[in-house]
């Protein structure tokens, strides 16, 4: 069985969330106990997708909007798409009672997880960051494309988020959102470990390092 195929199995138990990183540079999956939301799913083989119960879209750019297989995705799974204004407009064909546009400030359920749109400094049309909190209370803060910003420093005030997925290949940028969110574990694909590590170190913010590897799981907490 597939790492995929396990993280789908409604009969496999999952507690806090598991994590999945597609083999594409945005498509991520997110299992909590009650749910199963896929960010910006670009490269996704839609028939290993049995189960879905959002699919989130933080903007319009190519390697994270692919219009045909969102709406093939929604037709399959029946999950809500939450995503801007913006690209809401572009997705003709997904049912309107499914599309749940939110703008920066606004919220959603899903199951009893909560997901809040916060603003994203990247170019485009509405682009988006979110804020996941799970029914366990397990915090992610996923920027997206999204340059460090100073109001990012909200979320630490907040209550620190127990996970940063960083998607970007800039190690300065990445330790700037690190200083500004203080996440307990920072997730990132693109970054040398080595190095990445040796700066957390040298800054001292407590943040440890975790590197996603295309179609392996990541559980927090550790199974």
Do not use: C
């Not at 996440?183 to 996603?212: A, D, I, K, M």
């Amino acid at each position: 069985m597939s790492t995929l195929q396990e993280l789908l199995d409604p009969e496999l138990p999952v507690s806090g969330v598991a994590l999945l990183a597609f083999d594409s540079h945005s498509g991520v999956l997110v299992r909590t106990p009650s749910s199963t939301l896929i960010f910006d799913p670009v490269g996704i083989a839609v028939e290993k997708v049995a189960r879905a119960d959002a699919i989130i879209v933080t903007h319009e750019h190519a390697d994270h909007l692919n219009v045909p297989l969102v709406r093939e995705l929604q037709q399959k799974t029946g999950a809500a798409v939450i995503t801007t204004p913006f690209v809401a407009g572009l997705l003709r064909g997904v049912p309107p009672q499914r599309l749940r546009p939110l703008e920066i400030g606004g919220a959603t359920s899903i199951k009893g997880n909560a997901l809040r749109a916060w603003p994203s400094v990247h170019p485009g049309r509405q682009p988006l960051s979110f804020l996941l909190e799970t029914e366990e209370r397990v915090r992610l803060y996923h920027p997206s494309d999204s340059d460090p910003f100073p109001e990012m420093a909200d979320l630490a005030r907040q209550g620190e988020p127990d996970l940063l997925l960083y998607l970007g290949s800039s190690l300065e940028k990445a330790l700037q959102i690190v200083g500004l969110v203080r996440p307990q574990t920072l997730l990132s694909r693109y970054l040398e470990p080595t190095q990445l590590e040796r700066r957390l170190e040298e800054e001292r913010t407590g943040t440890r390092s975790v590197v996603l590897h295309p179609l392996e799981i990541f559980h927090q907490p550790a199974q």
